[in-house]
C-alpha cells in the first residue's frame, strides 16, 4: 500500500499534467464525427449525394445529403465500426468501412464511380478487432421496438438486457454484484446519481440517439461508479432540418404518457432540440402488496441541447433539462386500512456548457462545466403506522472536466482531470405510532423509544469535493494485438477522506483465419458511497441505532468502496450473420456498497459490507438483420458472497443482528441466472414491425432467520417463495410490441403501436421480506397502445 506521502506526490503530479492541457467538447463522451467530400471521377463535387452511415450490429442509422460543395459530416457518433456508403444518380454505388474510436474526427473523401463501372465495397467485419472492453450498443431503432407499456422504464429495461444485469424493484440494476453502480455519462457529463423510478431523474427513451453500455475494461477517464457504464447519446439538432415528433400513450391502470420534441438545424453549423413530456400511472413503483395500494405516481422532463459550431476547429454545446414526479408511497393491506396516505416528491436541474477545439488534424481539446441539484422530499400522512416519517434532503455538484486526445504513431491517447464540489442537506425524523404492530414487525427496542411526543430529529449539512485525474492510450504494437493502458486517482471527501491509485489495463488478440477477437482486462475501481442520506447514514445518531456499533473502531462509518475487477472473453463472428459473446469475470470487494431502503418508500441509507466477491460467465448472440429478422439473446451466471459487519445505514430493525464480524452471506442480489431475449421483424419497406422478447431470472434469497421465515410464510403473496430453498420463485416474462405506419408522406408520419407486458399474466415477485429492501412485487399484465406523428 502507498503511503499517504506518495499518494499526495502521485495527485499532484496528474493534476499539473491536467491543468496543463492547453485550452479544452464533452469530456468524457464517447463519440465522434465523420466529415468529408464527395466527388466523381474528376475531382468535381457531387452535391445532393445520398450518405448513409450504418452499423449493421446495432441498428444504428443516419442518413444525410452532401451540400453544394459536395461536403458532408456526422456529429456525434458513438464509437463503433460503421459503413459508409455514397450514392447518387448517375453514379454506381460505394461502400466502405470507417472506425469511430476517439473524439478526433475522421475525414474521409470519396470519389464515385460513374454508373456500369466497378465501385469499390469494403465491409466490415462483425468482430471489433482492437475491442478490449465488454460492452453493447442499444440504436434508437431498437429502442423505438421494444415493448413498453410504459415508457417512462424505457432506459432501465434497455440497459437490462446487457449481460451481467439483474433487475430490482422500481427498475433499480444490479451489475456484476454492484448495487446501484452504473455511471451515466449523458452528452459527455458523468452522472453518479440514481437513474430509476426512484428518483426525478427517469430519462425518457424518445430523447436517445445510442446507448453503450460497458461492464468489462473500462476507459481510465470513466470513475465513480464501479458497476458499469452507460453512455447516452442524447439526440441533436445539428444534423436535421426542421423536424418534430409528437407521443401520446395510454394504457390500463391509468397509465399515460405524452412526449414531443423538436429539432433545427442550419448547415450543419448550428442546431436546436427542445424535448418535454409527462407520464402517470396507478402503478408507478412496483408493488408492496398484491393489491397495489396507494401506488399513484405522475413525472414530467424537460431537456434543452444546443450545438454552435463557428468555425471548421471549434464547437459549443449548451444543455439544459429539469425533471420532477410526485409519487404516493405504496402501502401494505394494514397500512390501506388505517388510511396512511405517505407523498414523496422528486426534482432535479442540470446545466452543462461544453467547448471542443481541434488544435490539429489529431488533437481535440474539451472543457465542460457543469452543474446540477436534486431535492427528494417524505411527505407523512396523519394515520400513518406503524411508523410515521418526514424527509427533505437536496443535493448540488458543480464542477468542472477537461481532457486532450490525441491520435498519431499507432496511439490513441487521452488525459484528463474531474474537479467536483459536492454540498449536501439532510433532515430527517422518524417517530413509532403503532408499538405493537411495530415490534410484529421487527422494530429494534432502541427505534421503539422514539414516539410522536419526542421523535428521532436528524438535521445536518456539509461540503466536500471529489477530484479525479487520468491518462490512457490505446496502442497496437503489432497488427492483430491492441492494448488499453491507463492510469486513474480519485480523491473523494465525503463523509471521510478516501484515495486510490487504479490501473487499467485491457489486451485484445485478433485471429482474422477465424474472425475471432480474445480479450483479457484488469481493473481497479473507486466507488464514493453514494450520496442519499449520506450524513444520517453517517451520524452518530446513526451509529447509536445500529446493531453493529460494538463491532469494531470505525463502526457506523461509510468509506468507498474499493473493487479488483478481472475478466477474460471472446468474440467471434459466426458466418457473417451473427455474432457471440462470452466472457468470464470476477470481481473481488472492500466496504462492498449494499444500502438498505426505509420500509416501504424509495428513501435509502448507504451502508457499506466488509468485504465479499461476485464471479459470473455472461453470453450474449446478435444476429443481423436478415429478410427483416433480427435477434438477440444473452445469458448470466454469477454467484455474490459478501462477509459482515455491515457500516453505516439506518437500522429500526434486529434482522441484521446476526451478520457480525467474519459472518458470510449472501445478498438479495444474488440471483444465479439471468436471461432475456428478443426477436424483431421489420418489413421490406419498413412499413410495420413486431417484437417480441422476454426476461425469466432465477430468483433472490430471503436473507432471514427461522423465526422471521415462518411469519413470511403466513404473508400475501408467500405463494411467490420457495422456503424450502429460502428463496423468490423464478419468474419469466414475455412482452410484444408491433407497430404500423398509418401514413408515411415526404413532410408528415403517422405511427401507431401496441404494447404488451407479460402477456401470460404471471405472478412474481422481485424480493421478498428483504431486510435491506422488503417486499415488492412485479407487475401483471400491462396493457398499452400509442400513436407518433413526426413531421419533417
Avoid at 333 to 345: D, E, P, T, V
Avoid at 580 to 595: K, M
Avoid at 604 to 618: E, L
Wanted: some cysteine; aromatic content about 10%.
Amino acid at each position: 500500500m502507498m503511503s499517504e506521502k506518495t499518494k499526495a506526490l502521485v495527485w499532484r503530479l496528474l493534476l499539473l499534467f491536467a491543468c496543463c492541457v492547453p485550452g479544452t467538447a464533452l469530456s468524457q463522451n464517447q463519440a465522434g464525427s465523420v466529415y468529408g467530400n464527395v466527388e466523381d471521377q474528376n475531382g468535381a463535387a457531387v452535391p445532393a449525394a445520398n450518405v448513409h452511415l450504418l452499423n449493421r450490429l446495432t441498428g444504428y442509422r443516419a442518413t444525410i445529403a452532401s451540400g453544394s460543395d459536395g461536403s458532408f459530416a456526422f456529429h456525434n457518433v458513438p464509437f463503433a465500426d460503421y459503413e459508409l456508403s455514397f450514392s447518387s444518380t448517375g453514379f454506381a454505388l460505394s461502400t466502405r468501412t470507417v472506425t469511430i474510436s476517439s473524439n478526433v474526427p475522421v475525414r474521409f473523401d470519396v470519389r464515385l464511380a460513374v454508373s456500369g463501372t466497378s465501385a469499390e465495397v469494403t465491409v466490415g467485419d462483425l468482430v471489433e478487432q482492437s475491442a478490449t472492453q465488454t460492452q453493447t450498443q442499444i440504436s434508437a431503432e431498437r429502442l423505438r421496438n421494444m415493448p413498453l407499456a410504459r415508457r417512462n422504464r424505457g432506459l432501465s429495461n434497455a440497459i437490462a438486457s446487457t449481460p451481467g444485469i439483474t433487475t430490482e424493484n422500481n427498475g433499480l440494476l444490479h451489475v456484476r454484484g454492484v448495487e446501484d453502480g452504473i455511471l451515466y455519462v449523458i452528452d459527455g457529463v458523468p452522472l453518479t446519481d440514481r437513474v430509476d423510478l426512484a428518483s426525478a431523474s427517469s430519462y425518457d427513451i424518445g430523447d436517445v440517439r445510442s446507448i453503450q453500455v460497458i461492464t468489462g475494461n473500462f476507459p481510465a477517464e470513466f470513475g465513480g461508479r464501479s458497476g458499469a457504464v452507460a453512455v447516452v447519446q442524447a439526440r441533436s439538432g445539428i444534423d436535421e432540418k426542421l423536424s418534430g415528433e409528437f407521443t401520446a400513450g395510454a394504457g390500463n391502470f391509468a397509465t399515460n404518457d405524452v412526449s414531443g420534441q423538436i429539432a433545427a438545424g442550419w448547415r450543419q453549423t448550428f442546431g436546436l432540440f427542445a424535448s418535454a413530456g409527462a407520464a402517470g400511472s396507478d402503478r408507478y413503483l412496483d408493488s408492496v402488496d398484491p393489491g397495489n395500494f396507494n401506488n399513484h405516481g405522475f413525472r414530467r422532463n424537460f431537456s434543452f441541447r444546443t450545438d454552435w459550431q463557428p468555425g471548421e476547429k471549434d464547437a459549443l454545446f449548451i444543455n439544459f433539462g429539469a425533471n420532477g414526479a410526485n409519487i404516493d408511497v405504496p402501502n401494505d393491506s394494514i397500512q390501506q386500512l388505517a388510511g396512511q396516505r405517505q407523498r414523496q416528491r422528486f426534482g432535479d436541474d442540470s446545466e452543462a456548457v461544453s467547448w471542443q477545439h481541434i488544435f490539429r488534424s489529431n488533437v481535440v481539446t474539451n472543457l465542460v462545466l457543469f452543474r446540477r441539484r436534486t431535492e427528494t422530499r417524505l411527505f407523512p400522512s396523519e394515520f400513518d403506522t406503524p411508523i410515521t416519517a418526514t424527509a427533505d434532503r437536496q443535493q448540488t455538484r458543480a464542477g468542472a472536466l477537461a481532457s486532450i486526445s490525441f491520435t498519431g504513431g499507432g496511439h490513441s491517447f487521452k488525459g484528463g482531470f474531474e474537479a467536483t464540489h459536492i454540498r449536501l442537506l439532510e433532515s430527517f425524523s422518524f417517530a413509532i405510532t403503532d408499538k405493537g404492530l411495530a415490534e410484529e414487525r421487527g422494530v429494534s427496542d432502541e427505534a421503539l423509544e422514539f414516539t410522536p411526543g419526542d421523535p428521532f430529529v436528524f438535521a445536518d449539512r456539509r461540503s466536500g469535493r471529489y477530484l479525479a485525474a487520468y491518462i490512457q492510450d490505446q496502442f497496437t504494437p503489432f497488427k492483430t494485438f491492441t492494448v488499453n493502458a491507463g492510469l486513474r486517482y480519485d480523491h473523494s471527501e465525503l463523509p471521510a477522506t478516501d484515495n486510490q491509485l487504479s490501473p487499467r489495463i485491457g489486451i485484445a488478440y485478433y485471429i482474422p483465419r477465424t474472425g475471432t477477437t480474445l480479450r483479457a482486462s484488469f481493473n481497479r475501481l473507486f466507488q464514493p458511497p453514494q450520496v442519499e442520506n449520506l450524513l444520517l447514514s453517517d451520524s452518530d445518531q446513526a451509529r447509536e441505532l445500529s446493531p453493529f456499533a460494538d463491532d469494531g473502531p470505525g463502526g457506523t462509518r461509510v468509506r468507498a468502496e474499493r473493487v479488483s475487477a478481472y475478466e477474460v472473453g471472446a468474440v467471434q463472428n459466426i458466418a457473417g450473420i451473427a455474432r457471440l459473446d462470452v466472457a468470464y469475470w470476477r470481481r473481488d470487494f472492500r466496504n462492498f456498497g449494499d444500502p438498505n431502503t426505509f420500509f416501504n418508500t424509495t428513501i435509502v441509507f448507504p451502508n457499506s459490507v466488509s468485504k465479499g466477491f461476485a464471479r459470473g460467465t455472461d453470453i450474449r448472440l446478435d444476429i443481423l438483420e436478415r429478410r427483416g429478422v433480427s435477434a438477440y439473446a444473452s445469458w448470466t451466471n454469477s454467484r455474490i458472497l459478501q462477509t459482515g459487519p455491515i457500516n453505516g445505514g439506518l437500522f429500526l430493525t434486529d434482522e441484521f443482528a446476526e451478520i457480525g464480524p467474519g459472518t458470510k452471506f449472501i445478498p438479495d442480489q444474488d440471483v444465479r441466472n439471468v436471461a432475456s431475449f428478443a426477436v424483431t421483424y421489420n418489413s421490406a419497406e419498413r412499413r410495420w414491425f413486431a417484437a417480441f422478447g422476454g426476461r425469466y431470472e432465477s430468483g433472490v434469497p430471503l436473507e432471514v432467520d427461522d423465526e422471521r421465515l415462518a411469519q413470511l410464510m403466513n404473508t400475501p403473496g408467500a405463494d411467490l417463495v420457495n422456503f424450502d430453498r429460502s428463496r423468490v420463485r423464478p419468474w419469466a416474462i414475455f412482452n410484444l410490441q408491433a407497430g404500423w405506419h398509418l401514413l408515411r408522406k415526404e413532410k408528415y408520419a403517422v405511427r401507431l403501436e401496441a404494447n404488451i407486458e407479460n402477456i401470460l399474466n404471471h405472478r412474481f415477485a422481485y424480493n421478498f421480506g428483504s431486510p435491506f429492501e422488503g417486499t415488492h412485487f412485479g407487475h401483471p399484465r400491462l396493457v398499452g397502445a400509442r400513436m407518433t406523428v413526426t413531421f419533417r
